[in-house]
């Protein structure tokens, strides 16, 4: 058990977390009964009874959440950069189907018994085109994370703009920069500062400090930096400047090919291992430092790039049946590089039966079998299965061919199951 949440077992084998149902989880039921399945996202199974509650049934989380992680212990470095990684593609996936998640911050972040992480608590979130979350209640807990256009938004008079619609993918590339920081220093953001100051601080062009840590090795100086330069420009206070899904999604996937976790690597390090701020040993109560970071000064010639705005995947959906296949494969394309699965069923279909691209039914086969174990999809299992039965009499290896018969009665059986 973990406050109110307790753990149970689902079909014999699968540990899940059973939280209870109140007034205040309604909106949350309704936006999980969206997602469907991502790998990136806390998998929601349903509702249930459980010792005399209506309670949630998703995911199991064994080692809580991720701010809980960095108080018990330090990150590795090339660990951090998985890390950011498979939140933002939680977020890019959030995205691909019209959510805007409205409380991105490491507490809402859940660490699975392998380190994996996943996005979860989504009891803030709304459509994209939906009225925007009332926050008033909650602005003292999560003003540490929240962008200067909705500071302001509540500053002024939080019921009579309740409202307005200032919520945009700018806001949640912002409350990403300052989870960036939290993980890179491992702390809350403006720690011990109350809300008028942090407020004021934030809406005068200022933010948290940066400082340069003290490293073993010269990978984590040169992570640290890189940290550094995508926080800035999450930080920026013109929200149109601020950097873009699809650049922060490629400078991440850059990141976690150049410095990968080292297979001998320790998973976690003791808490207060790593000098994360060059502070180490000091008195944190002086001004030791400059920050990295000056006041920002927003450079007005910098522009957003039509490429750069995201496609929802339903918008490709709907260009396929219109017949426009050209565009529809752009969307695709762009939601699969994101991590998208159900768009990469998308890309792996184009490939097999020719729409617009030449054909490639080895991809294809990669891409059903991707879509079909990342998001549980049934027509991908269906594809992936057909495509395996189409050449498995051309294959001479009877052990190759009767262990392709298994795979193909495995996955029929997923898509019978997953569409009953």
Known sequence: MKGSVIKKIYKSAIEVACKPIRGQNEN??????KLGQSPRILYFYGQSYVN???????EWAERGNLRELYDNFDIPWTRKIQIAKDIFQGITFLR?????????????????????VKLGNFKCAREVNGVSTNLSALVTNIIRWMSPELIEKYKRDPNKHKNENVYTINCEMFSFGMLMWELCYEKLPYESWEYMKISDHVLNGRREDIFEGKFKTSDEKEIQLEFIKIIGEAWRHQPEL???VPTLSLKLEELSRKYPIPPDAPLLLKDKELDLDGLKGQNRNQKLKESLLPKFDDDPEEIIEDEDIIIPLETGTE???????EDAWKCFKQNAELGNPAAKFWIGYYLHYVYHVEKDPIQARKLFKEAADENNHSESQCRYAVSLLGDLNKEGNEDIKDK???????????AA???S
């Open 28 to 33: 949350e039921l309704a936006i999980l009964g």
């Open 52 to 58: 005399n509650s209506h309670v949630m049934v998703s």
């Open 96 to 116: 691909t189907v019209n959510i805007f998640h409205h409380d991105i911050r490491c507490e809402n972040v859940f660490v699975l018994r392998d380190l994996n």
């Open 242 to 244: 601020r950097i873009t």
């Open 319 to 325: 260009l396929h049946k219109k017949k426009n296949y």
């Open 404 to 414: 392709n018969r298994k795979e193909i009665i495995r996955y029929f059986e997923l």
């Open 417 to 419: 199951e997953n569409q």
